[in-house]
C-alpha cells in the first residue's frame, strides 16, 4: 500500500496536471484544440439522434460511466462527483444539453455539466 506522503504527492500531481487534461481548461492545446475518440468526439446532435436505439443509448452510457469513474478518481477531494444524482439523472441532463447545443463535442457536453453543474455537489468522502 502506498504511504500517505506518496498518496498526497500523487494527488497533488494530479491538481497540478488536470487543467491541462480537462477539455474545459482550454490549455489542453496551443490553440485550444485537441484530438478525441470515441462517443466523446462525436457531436451532441449525433447523441440525439442515434440515442434512441436502445444499444446505441447503452453505449454512450458506457461511455459517460468511463468518464464520471475517471473523473471521480483523479479530481482531489471527489468520491462521486454525481454526489446525490443517479446515471440516469445524470444523462438527462446531458441529453438536455446536447438539445440546446447539437453542434457541441459530445465530450464538451458531458464536461460542461460535470464541472459547472455537479461538481459544487458532489460527495467528497464516502458515506458509512
Known amino acids: 500500500m502506498l504511504s500517505r506522503t506518496i498518496r498526497k504527492i500523487i494527488q497533488m500531481w494530479f491538481l497540478l496536471v488536470l487543467p491541462f487534461l480537462l477539455p474545459l481548461s482550454g490549455i489542453c492545446a496551443d490553440n485550444g484544440d485537441y484530438k478525441m475518440y470515441g462517443w466523446g468526439a462525436k457531436p451532441c446532435n449525433t447523441f440525439v439522434k442515434l440515442s434512441t436505439d436502445r444499444d446505441i443509448y447503452l453505449s454512450y452510457a458506457q461511455y459517460i460511466n468511463g468518464y464520471i469513474t475517471a473523473v471521480n478518481g483523479i479530481v482531489p477531494n471527489t468520491y462521486d462527483i454525481l454526489g446525490t444524482l ?29 464541472f459547472k453543474q455537479l461538481y459544487p455537489e458532489r460527495t467528497i468522502t464516502k458515506k458509512k
Open 86 to 114: 443517479s446515471i440516469d439523472e445524470t444523462m438527462l441532463l446531458i441529453t438536455n444539453e446536447c438539445k440546446k447545443n447539437p453542434l457541441k463535442d459530445f465530450s464538451n457536453a458531458i464536461g460542461e455539466i460535470v
